[in-house]
């Protein structure tokens, strides 16, 4: 892995305020999910401000693709455009009165010409969803529409890596999974993705890595259950453990078998209970399929007729496209998150499903699904040609 941010002994101290960084050492790889997560003033914003230079380290330094970060205005101009920042609360960083405007003025501002705007900022716009809302104003957007505003700005500058501050702060559960699921597209389509938050719920099956923050230093950086499955460590940040998690631990109390990889959703939770305590017999193999189409080449109707046939329990849609896809089929998908783990469920279930998807994100159900028919045994089909 290569690396793409790394901090070495960064400090800093606000001028007239604590220290808020103290002494912060780690590496962000390109193409991670990385969570820094803790209590409110730990010192996540502070670190995040770092990487695209807003903020200054008072000692230390901080590379980028292993050149040391400069604050003179011409590597403060590349550094903001390779590295782009979603700020906490959409309005602080939404300028333009309608959101075309609003999405270009990056582009504007990096000197592009009025054509290639008007493709970066409809290429954004399509990818976050907000395809047909170039002449809206801003502020009769939603949360959730501000926010993906916001990204759709910082995504027309084409940046390496995406930086943001509580996400789905302020949002609804559904416009949270949106705004998840957005992010793992984005990493799906190449791009590093930092987020800072204080749901532990949130981080724990998204991140790649998470770096546990408490009064400007790193407690520990580690896979999100190594970093989790740490009671004392975690409550010492004044956050608990993920549900799933304090479940997994109470069980093993109990004696339940521990098992090498810690459940990580629901259907990993399920999957460990079925498996020890006799709720599916293990010879019991049939399953149901997980039908899979690709958006980008397969049509409405052909979908239409898998679904007429009476035959899918549930339809699940994996990123911007999908969902289009099936806002224009008039088609209603039941899972727009976690939506691999979900249709598993149903097909261990006897349950047939289908998702949709495109691009980068296809791959991922064969891959998912494999592991899963690897390690537990099953043999749920992944159909494609319907
Ligand atoms: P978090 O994002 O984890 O909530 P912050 O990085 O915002 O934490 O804050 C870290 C520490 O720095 C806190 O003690 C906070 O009060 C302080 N702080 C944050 N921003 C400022 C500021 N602009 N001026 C002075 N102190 C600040």
Redesign the pocket.
């Known amino acids: 892995m290569e690396p793409i941010i790394e901090l070495h002994n960064v400090s800093y101290k606000?001028p007239?305020?604590?220290k808020?960084l103290d002494n912060v050492s780690f590496t962000i790889n390109h193409g991670e999910k990385i969570a820094l997560v803790?209590p409110?003033?730990?010192?996540?914003?502070?670190?995040l401000l770092m990487f695209n230079g807003m903020l200054k380290p008072d000692s230390g330094e901080i590379l980028f693709n292993g050149k040391k970060l400069t604050y003179d205005r011409e590597a403060l101009r590349e550094i903001r455009r390779r590295v782009g920042f979603v700020f906490q609360n959409p309005d602080t960083q939404t300028i333009a009165p309608t959101v075309y405007q609003d999405v270009a003025f990056g582009p504007v501002n990096l000197g592009m010409s009025r054509d290639e705007v008007r493709t970066v900022v409809f290429d954004a716009l399509n990818d976050t969803g907000l395809a047909g809302f170039e002449r809206r104003p801003i502020h009769q957007l939603s949360g959730g529409e501000k926010k993906r505003a916001a990204m759709a700005g910082i995504l027309a500058m084409n940046p390496d890596v995406l930086v943001f501050d509580e996400p789905t702060s302020a949002l609804d559960p559904a416009g949270s999974e949106d705004i998840m699921e957005l992010l793992d597209e984005m990493q799906v389509n190449g791009k590093t993705i930092i987020i800072?938050t204080h749901d532990v719920e949130l981080a724990y099956p998204w991140a790649d890595r998470v770096l546990l923050?408490k009064g400007?230093t790193v407690l520990l950086a580690g896979k999100p259950g190594d970093v989790f499955y740490n009671k004392d460590l975690v409550r010492s940040c004044k956050l608990s453990m993920p549900v799933l998690l304090e479940l997994y631990e109470g069980l093993s109390e109990k004696g339940m078998p521990q098992i090498e990889k810690l459940p990580k959703s629901a259907l990993d939770f399920i999957t460990y209970l079925c498996e020890n305590c006799g709720l599916q017999r293990k010879e019991e193999k049939t399953c149901g399929d997980i039908y899979l189409a690709d958006v980008e080449h397969t049509s409405p109707e052909i979908v239409q007729n898998l679904l007429a046939s009476g035959s899918i329990a549930a339809v699940g849609a994996m990123g911007t496209k999908a969902k289009t896809f099936a806002g224009n089929g008039n088609i209603c998908p039941e899972f727009t998150y976690g939506v691999i783990d979900k249709c598993v469920l149903k097909a261990i279930n006897k349950k047939n499903t289908l998702i949709l998807t495109s691009g980068g994100m296809f791959a991922r159900v064969h891959t998912r699904v494999e592991a899963f028919n690897q390690e537990y045994d099953q043999h749920i089909r992944v159909i494609e040609n319907f």
């Open positions: 606000y007239n305020g604590p808020a803790g409110n003033g730990a010192g996540k914003s502070t670190l800072s923050i400007g």
